[in-house]
Protein backbone atom coordinates (compact mmCIF):
# COMPACT_ATOMS: atom_id res chain seq x y z
CA UNK A 1 0.00 0.00 0.00
CA UNK A 2 1.40 3.16 -0.87
CA UNK A 3 2.25 6.09 1.85
CA UNK A 4 -0.05 8.91 1.98
CA UNK A 5 1.45 12.15 1.11
CA UNK A 6 0.90 15.71 1.58
CA UNK A 7 2.11 18.37 -1.04
CA UNK A 8 2.75 21.79 -1.60
CA UNK A 9 2.01 22.63 -5.47
CA UNK A 10 3.38 26.23 -7.13
CA UNK A 11 1.95 27.01 -10.46
CA UNK A 12 3.35 29.95 -12.65
CA UNK A 13 4.44 29.31 -16.10
CA UNK A 14 1.65 31.77 -17.39
CA UNK A 15 -1.11 34.17 -15.83
CA UNK A 16 -2.43 32.10 -13.05
CA UNK A 17 -0.43 32.71 -9.70
CA UNK A 18 -1.49 29.76 -8.06
CA UNK A 19 -0.49 27.33 -4.95
CA UNK A 20 -2.36 24.54 -3.01
CA UNK A 21 -2.31 21.58 -0.79
CA UNK A 22 -3.12 18.11 -1.56
CA UNK A 23 -3.14 14.62 0.24
CA UNK A 24 -3.02 11.43 -1.03
CA UNK A 25 -1.18 8.48 -3.15
CA UNK A 26 -1.37 7.23 -6.39
CA UNK A 27 -3.73 6.39 -7.81
CA UNK A 28 -5.71 9.01 -6.60
CA UNK A 29 -8.12 10.43 -5.94
CA UNK A 30 -6.61 12.61 -4.00
CA UNK A 31 -7.90 15.20 -1.72
CA UNK A 32 -7.66 19.06 -2.46
CA UNK A 33 -6.55 20.49 1.16
CA UNK A 34 -6.60 24.27 -0.57
CA UNK A 35 -6.24 25.72 -4.13
CA UNK A 36 -5.38 29.02 -3.90
CA UNK A 37 -5.62 30.86 -7.59
CA UNK A 38 -4.45 34.73 -8.18
CA UNK A 39 -5.47 35.62 -11.75
CA UNK A 40 -3.78 38.58 -13.54
CA UNK A 41 -6.86 39.40 -16.14
CA UNK A 42 -6.89 42.66 -15.61
CA UNK A 43 -3.14 43.36 -15.82
CA UNK A 44 -2.97 41.67 -19.17
CA UNK A 45 -6.31 42.59 -20.34
CA UNK A 46 -5.60 46.39 -22.03
CA UNK A 47 -3.29 43.85 -24.33
CA UNK A 48 -5.78 41.70 -25.51
CA UNK A 49 -3.60 38.76 -24.25
CA UNK A 50 -0.51 37.74 -21.82
CA UNK A 51 2.53 39.89 -21.47
CA UNK A 52 5.49 37.87 -20.48
CA UNK A 53 7.37 40.55 -18.42
CA UNK A 54 4.19 41.61 -16.90
CA UNK A 55 3.20 38.07 -15.73
CA UNK A 56 6.46 37.62 -14.33
CA UNK A 57 6.45 40.89 -12.38
CA UNK A 58 2.89 40.16 -11.25
CA UNK A 59 3.99 36.55 -10.00
CA UNK A 60 6.88 37.92 -7.99
CA UNK A 61 4.33 40.50 -6.00
CA UNK A 62 1.47 38.29 -5.17
CA UNK A 63 3.32 34.77 -5.06
CA UNK A 64 4.29 34.75 -1.61
CA UNK A 65 1.01 35.30 -0.13
CA UNK A 66 -0.97 33.05 -2.54
CA UNK A 67 1.67 30.17 -1.05
CA UNK A 68 0.63 31.40 2.59
CA UNK A 69 -2.68 31.56 2.09
CA UNK A 70 -2.81 28.27 0.30
CA UNK A 71 -0.86 26.31 3.49
CA UNK A 72 -3.12 28.32 6.23
CA UNK A 73 -6.35 27.45 4.39
CA UNK A 74 -5.30 23.50 4.38
CA UNK A 75 -4.44 24.26 8.18
CA UNK A 76 -0.93 22.64 7.16
CA UNK A 77 3.08 23.84 8.16
CA UNK A 78 5.96 23.75 5.97
CA UNK A 79 7.14 21.23 8.56
CA UNK A 80 4.00 18.63 7.98
CA UNK A 81 4.49 18.49 4.37
CA UNK A 82 6.71 15.81 2.30
CA UNK A 83 7.92 17.80 -0.66
CA UNK A 84 7.08 21.17 -2.31
CA UNK A 85 6.67 20.78 -6.16
CA UNK A 86 6.99 23.48 -8.84
CA UNK A 87 6.16 23.96 -12.37
CA UNK A 88 9.67 23.98 -14.28
CA UNK A 89 8.56 24.45 -17.68
CA UNK A 90 7.22 24.38 -20.55
CA UNK A 91 6.25 28.05 -20.10
CA UNK A 92 6.74 32.09 -20.02
CA UNK A 93 10.47 31.26 -18.43
CA UNK A 94 10.16 34.85 -16.78
CA UNK A 95 7.37 33.16 -15.09
CA UNK A 96 8.44 29.42 -14.79
CA UNK A 97 11.26 31.17 -12.49
CA UNK A 98 9.63 32.69 -10.06
CA UNK A 99 7.76 30.01 -9.29
CA UNK A 100 10.29 27.18 -9.19
CA UNK A 101 12.97 29.40 -7.36
CA UNK A 102 10.58 30.01 -4.56
CA UNK A 103 9.87 26.35 -4.55
CA UNK A 104 13.86 26.02 -3.98
CA UNK A 105 13.88 28.88 -1.24
CA UNK A 106 11.05 26.73 0.37
CA UNK A 107 12.92 23.43 0.44
CA UNK A 108 16.50 24.80 1.48
CA UNK A 109 14.49 26.80 4.41
CA UNK A 110 12.27 23.84 5.38
CA UNK A 111 14.69 20.42 4.01
CA UNK A 112 11.53 19.09 2.48
CA UNK A 113 11.96 17.73 -1.40
CA UNK A 114 11.28 19.62 -4.23
CA UNK A 115 9.76 18.12 -7.76
CA UNK A 116 10.34 20.25 -10.60
CA UNK A 117 7.69 19.04 -12.80
CA UNK A 118 6.39 19.37 -16.53
CA UNK A 119 3.12 21.73 -16.50
CA UNK A 120 1.82 19.01 -19.24
CA UNK A 121 2.46 16.28 -16.94
CA UNK A 122 0.91 18.19 -13.80
CA UNK A 123 -2.46 18.50 -16.79
CA UNK A 124 -2.49 15.20 -17.64
CA UNK A 125 -2.47 13.53 -14.00
CA UNK A 126 -5.64 15.76 -12.96
CA UNK A 127 -7.52 13.07 -14.01
CA UNK A 128 -5.86 10.58 -11.55
CA UNK A 129 -5.87 13.42 -8.78
CA UNK A 130 -9.98 14.03 -9.49
CA UNK A 131 -11.23 10.51 -10.57
CA UNK A 132 -7.95 8.04 -10.03
CA UNK A 133 -8.01 7.43 -13.89
CA UNK A 134 -5.90 4.31 -14.20
CA UNK A 135 -2.96 3.60 -16.70
CA UNK A 136 -2.80 3.27 -19.43
CA UNK A 137 -5.24 6.28 -20.99
CA UNK A 138 -5.49 8.66 -24.35
CA UNK A 139 -4.70 12.16 -23.64
CA UNK A 140 -5.94 14.78 -25.30
CA UNK A 141 -4.35 17.59 -24.54
CA UNK A 142 -5.55 21.20 -25.47
CA UNK A 143 -4.83 24.67 -23.84
CA UNK A 144 -3.27 27.81 -24.50
CA UNK A 145 0.19 26.70 -25.94
CA UNK A 146 -0.51 23.34 -26.85
CA UNK A 147 -2.91 20.93 -28.43
CA UNK A 148 -1.57 17.35 -28.54
CA UNK A 149 -2.66 13.84 -28.33
CA UNK A 150 -0.41 11.00 -26.40
CA UNK A 151 -0.71 7.78 -25.19
CA UNK A 152 -0.25 7.87 -21.33
CA UNK A 153 1.27 5.00 -19.86
CA UNK A 154 2.85 5.85 -16.51
CA UNK A 155 4.20 8.70 -14.91
CA UNK A 156 6.51 10.12 -17.15
CA UNK A 157 5.90 8.24 -19.61
CA UNK A 158 4.34 9.85 -22.63
CA UNK A 159 4.20 8.53 -26.40
CA UNK A 160 2.29 10.95 -28.84
CA UNK A 161 0.80 10.75 -31.75
CA UNK A 162 -0.17 14.14 -33.03
CA UNK A 163 0.40 17.80 -32.36
CA UNK A 164 -0.62 20.90 -33.83
CA UNK A 165 1.49 22.21 -36.76
CA UNK A 166 0.73 26.12 -36.05
CA UNK A 167 -1.58 27.51 -33.38
CA UNK A 168 -3.14 25.78 -30.40
CA UNK A 169 -6.87 24.97 -29.50
CA UNK A 170 -7.20 27.19 -27.04
CA UNK A 171 -4.41 30.28 -28.95
CA UNK A 172 -7.01 29.78 -31.52
CA UNK A 173 -10.11 30.94 -29.07
CA UNK A 174 -7.97 33.71 -28.12
CA UNK A 175 -7.35 34.87 -31.23
CA UNK A 176 -10.74 34.56 -32.56
CA UNK A 177 -12.38 36.19 -29.60
CA UNK A 178 -9.97 39.18 -30.18
CA UNK A 179 -10.70 39.38 -33.96
CA UNK A 180 -14.44 39.64 -32.72
CA UNK A 181 -13.52 42.46 -29.91
CA UNK A 182 -14.99 40.14 -26.59
CA UNK A 183 -11.64 40.67 -24.58
CA UNK A 184 -9.49 38.38 -22.74
CA UNK A 185 -9.34 35.63 -21.70
CA UNK A 186 -10.74 34.01 -25.25
CA UNK A 187 -12.08 30.55 -24.44
CA UNK A 188 -14.37 31.34 -21.98
CA UNK A 189 -15.79 34.55 -23.85
CA UNK A 190 -16.32 32.85 -27.24
CA UNK A 191 -18.03 29.68 -25.53
CA UNK A 192 -20.74 32.80 -23.80
CA UNK A 193 -21.06 34.18 -27.27
CA UNK A 194 -22.17 31.52 -28.69
CA UNK A 195 -24.91 30.59 -26.46
CA UNK A 196 -26.94 33.13 -28.40
CA UNK A 197 -25.04 32.66 -32.14
CA UNK A 198 -26.37 30.47 -34.62
CA UNK A 199 -23.59 27.59 -35.28
CA UNK A 200 -24.57 26.85 -38.48
CA UNK A 201 -24.34 30.77 -40.13
CA UNK A 202 -21.16 30.28 -41.40
CA UNK A 203 -18.91 27.10 -43.08
CA UNK A 204 -15.69 27.90 -41.60
CA UNK A 205 -12.73 25.14 -42.57
CA UNK A 206 -12.30 22.28 -41.14
CA UNK A 207 -8.28 22.34 -40.93
CA UNK A 208 -6.19 18.30 -41.38
CA UNK A 209 -9.45 16.67 -40.86
CA UNK A 210 -9.32 14.65 -44.33
CA UNK A 211 -5.69 13.61 -43.98
CA UNK A 212 -4.05 11.13 -42.56
CA UNK A 213 -2.48 10.75 -38.65
CA UNK A 214 -3.28 12.80 -35.80
CA UNK A 215 -1.51 16.56 -36.17
CA UNK A 216 -3.94 19.30 -35.89
CA UNK A 217 -4.13 22.81 -37.55
CA UNK A 218 -5.82 26.19 -36.94
CA UNK A 219 -4.70 28.94 -38.53
CA UNK A 220 -6.62 28.37 -41.62
CA UNK A 221 -9.54 28.31 -39.39
CA UNK A 222 -8.36 31.86 -37.95
CA UNK A 223 -7.93 33.18 -41.07
CA UNK A 224 -11.41 32.38 -42.34
CA UNK A 225 -12.89 34.11 -39.65
CA UNK A 226 -10.78 37.19 -39.96
CA UNK A 227 -11.94 37.47 -43.80
CA UNK A 228 -15.37 37.76 -42.70
CA UNK A 229 -14.65 40.06 -39.66
CA UNK A 230 -13.57 42.14 -42.28
CA UNK A 231 -15.84 42.38 -45.05
CA UNK A 232 -18.71 42.09 -42.36
CA UNK A 233 -20.46 44.31 -40.23
CA UNK A 234 -20.05 43.16 -36.67
CA UNK A 235 -23.31 43.75 -35.05
CA UNK A 236 -23.92 41.64 -31.74
CA UNK A 237 -25.59 38.47 -33.30
CA UNK A 238 -23.23 38.54 -35.85
CA UNK A 239 -20.44 37.98 -33.40
CA UNK A 240 -22.47 35.40 -31.58
CA UNK A 241 -22.82 33.40 -34.81
CA UNK A 242 -19.43 33.75 -35.76
CA UNK A 243 -18.42 32.50 -31.97
CA UNK A 244 -20.88 30.12 -32.99
CA UNK A 245 -19.94 29.05 -35.62
CA UNK A 246 -15.99 29.26 -34.82
CA UNK A 247 -16.78 26.98 -31.68
CA UNK A 248 -18.48 24.40 -33.81
CA UNK A 249 -15.21 24.16 -36.28
CA UNK A 250 -12.50 23.96 -33.77
CA UNK A 251 -14.97 21.61 -31.61
CA UNK A 252 -15.54 19.45 -34.45
CA UNK A 253 -11.79 19.05 -35.53
CA UNK A 254 -11.11 18.15 -32.14
CA UNK A 255 -13.13 15.70 -31.50
CA UNK A 256 -12.58 14.02 -35.20
CA UNK A 257 -9.44 13.87 -34.24
CA UNK A 258 -9.99 11.99 -30.91
CA UNK A 259 -12.15 9.44 -32.86
CA UNK A 260 -9.70 8.32 -35.11
CA UNK A 261 -7.36 8.27 -32.22
CA UNK A 262 -9.11 6.47 -29.92
CA UNK A 263 -9.57 3.52 -33.28
CA UNK A 264 -5.93 3.60 -33.37
CA UNK A 265 -5.21 2.93 -29.57
CA UNK A 266 -7.99 0.24 -29.05
CA UNK A 267 -6.12 -2.03 -30.78
CA UNK A 268 -2.97 -1.84 -29.26
CA UNK A 269 -1.14 -4.84 -27.69
CA UNK A 270 -2.47 -3.36 -23.98
CA UNK A 271 -5.70 -1.95 -25.24
CA UNK A 272 -6.41 1.92 -24.09
CA UNK A 273 -9.99 1.94 -23.16
CA UNK A 274 -9.99 5.78 -21.50
CA UNK A 275 -9.75 9.28 -23.10
CA UNK A 276 -8.75 12.09 -20.99
CA UNK A 277 -9.43 15.51 -21.82
CA UNK A 278 -6.67 17.93 -20.14
CA UNK A 279 -6.45 21.76 -20.34
CA UNK A 280 -7.46 25.26 -20.64
CA UNK A 281 -10.28 24.20 -23.42
CA UNK A 282 -11.39 21.05 -21.90
CA UNK A 283 -13.56 23.77 -19.37
CA UNK A 284 -15.43 24.01 -23.00
CA UNK A 285 -18.87 22.42 -23.01
CA UNK A 286 -19.38 22.12 -26.25
CA UNK A 287 -16.38 19.92 -26.42
CA UNK A 288 -17.21 17.75 -23.66
CA UNK A 289 -20.72 17.07 -24.77
CA UNK A 290 -19.11 16.08 -28.21
CA UNK A 291 -16.31 14.33 -26.73
CA UNK A 292 -18.89 12.18 -24.32
CA UNK A 293 -20.61 11.05 -27.06
CA UNK A 294 -17.90 10.55 -29.46
CA UNK A 295 -16.16 7.99 -26.49
CA UNK A 296 -19.63 5.95 -25.72
CA UNK A 297 -19.82 4.93 -29.58
CA UNK A 298 -16.26 3.79 -29.28
CA UNK A 299 -16.60 2.00 -25.60
CA UNK A 300 -14.65 4.29 -24.25
CA UNK A 301 -14.59 6.08 -20.70
CA UNK A 302 -14.45 9.83 -20.78
CA UNK A 303 -12.91 11.60 -18.06
CA UNK A 304 -13.05 15.73 -17.99
CA UNK A 305 -11.55 17.51 -14.71
CA UNK A 306 -13.88 19.76 -13.32
CA UNK A 307 -13.61 23.40 -15.09
CA UNK A 308 -11.50 24.84 -12.30
CA UNK A 309 -9.37 22.21 -12.46
CA UNK A 310 -8.45 22.30 -16.36
CA UNK A 311 -7.46 25.67 -16.43
CA UNK A 312 -3.82 26.22 -14.80
CA UNK A 313 -3.94 25.78 -10.96
CA UNK A 314 -1.79 24.71 -7.67
CA UNK A 315 -3.65 21.42 -6.90
CA UNK A 316 -2.31 19.97 -10.08
CA UNK A 317 1.09 20.81 -9.37
CA UNK A 318 0.38 19.31 -5.81
CA UNK A 319 -0.87 16.05 -7.28
CA UNK A 320 1.61 15.22 -9.96
CA UNK A 321 4.24 16.09 -7.70
CA UNK A 322 3.12 13.68 -4.88
CA UNK A 323 2.93 11.18 -7.67
CA UNK A 324 6.77 11.72 -8.46
CA UNK A 325 7.92 11.79 -4.79
CA UNK A 326 5.84 8.54 -4.44
CA UNK A 327 8.22 6.96 -6.80
CA UNK A 328 11.37 8.87 -5.96
CA UNK A 329 11.38 11.13 -8.37
CA UNK A 330 13.24 14.10 -6.58
CA UNK A 331 14.56 16.95 -8.10
CA UNK A 332 17.96 18.53 -6.75
CA UNK A 333 18.16 22.30 -6.64
CA UNK A 334 20.49 22.87 -9.33
CA UNK A 335 17.39 22.07 -11.73
CA UNK A 336 17.11 24.58 -14.14
CA UNK A 337 13.44 26.69 -15.28
CA UNK A 338 12.75 25.38 -19.00
CA UNK A 339 10.68 27.55 -22.06
CA UNK A 340 10.45 24.21 -24.13
CA UNK A 341 9.68 20.62 -22.65
CA UNK A 342 8.14 18.28 -24.79
CA UNK A 343 5.96 15.82 -22.74
CA UNK A 344 7.05 12.87 -24.77
CA UNK A 345 11.06 13.38 -23.95
CA UNK A 346 10.25 13.30 -20.44
CA UNK A 347 10.73 9.54 -19.92
CA UNK A 348 14.36 9.68 -20.69
CA UNK A 349 14.96 13.46 -19.13
CA UNK A 350 13.50 13.84 -15.92
CA UNK A 351 14.91 17.05 -15.35
CA UNK A 352 17.32 16.95 -12.14
CA UNK A 353 16.28 13.54 -10.91
CA UNK A 354 18.09 11.94 -8.56
CA UNK A 355 16.63 8.43 -9.07
O1 LIG B 1 -4.31 25.31 -19.43
P1 LIG B 1 -4.51 26.79 -19.45
O2 LIG B 1 -5.17 27.43 -18.25
O3 LIG B 1 -3.16 27.54 -19.68
C1 LIG B 1 -2.15 27.04 -20.49
O4 LIG B 1 -1.35 26.22 -19.98
O5 LIG B 1 -2.16 27.41 -21.68
O6 LIG B 1 -5.34 27.10 -20.76
C2 LIG B 1 -5.73 28.40 -21.07
C3 LIG B 1 -6.45 28.34 -22.40
C4 LIG B 1 -6.74 29.73 -22.96
O7 LIG B 1 -6.36 29.76 -24.32
C5 LIG B 1 -8.25 29.86 -22.79
O8 LIG B 1 -8.85 30.71 -23.74
C6 LIG B 1 -8.70 28.42 -22.95
O9 LIG B 1 -7.71 27.66 -22.28
N1 LIG B 1 -10.01 28.20 -22.36
C7 LIG B 1 -11.10 27.83 -23.06
C8 LIG B 1 -12.17 27.79 -22.13
N2 LIG B 1 -11.69 28.13 -20.90
C9 LIG B 1 -10.36 28.36 -21.06
N3 LIG B 1 -11.26 27.55 -24.37
C10 LIG B 1 -12.50 27.23 -24.78
N4 LIG B 1 -13.57 27.19 -23.98
C11 LIG B 1 -13.47 27.46 -22.64
N5 LIG B 1 -14.53 27.42 -21.84
ZN1 LIG C 1 -1.82 24.91 -18.59
Redesign the pocket.
Known amino acids: MAKTLTVLGIET??D?TAAAVVRGCAPGPGEILSNVIADQIAEHAPFGGVVPEIAARAHVSVLDRVIERALSDAGVSLAQLDGIAATAGPGLIGGVAVGLTMAKALCLASGKPLVALN?LEA?ALTARLTYGAAFPFLLLLV????CQLLVCEGVGRFTRLGTTIDDAA??A??KTAKLLGLGF????A??KAAVSGNPRRFRFPRPLLDTEGFDFSFSGLKTAVRRVVDTTELTDQMVCDIAASFQAAAVEVLVERSKKAMQAVSGRAIPVRRLVVA???A??RLLSISLSQAAAGLGFELLVAPAAL???NGAMVAWAGLERLGLGLVSGLDVSPRARWPLDASRAAIVGAKS
Do not use: R
Request: charged letters at 20%.
Open positions: SCEHHSGGHGEFDPGGPIEGGVANCTD
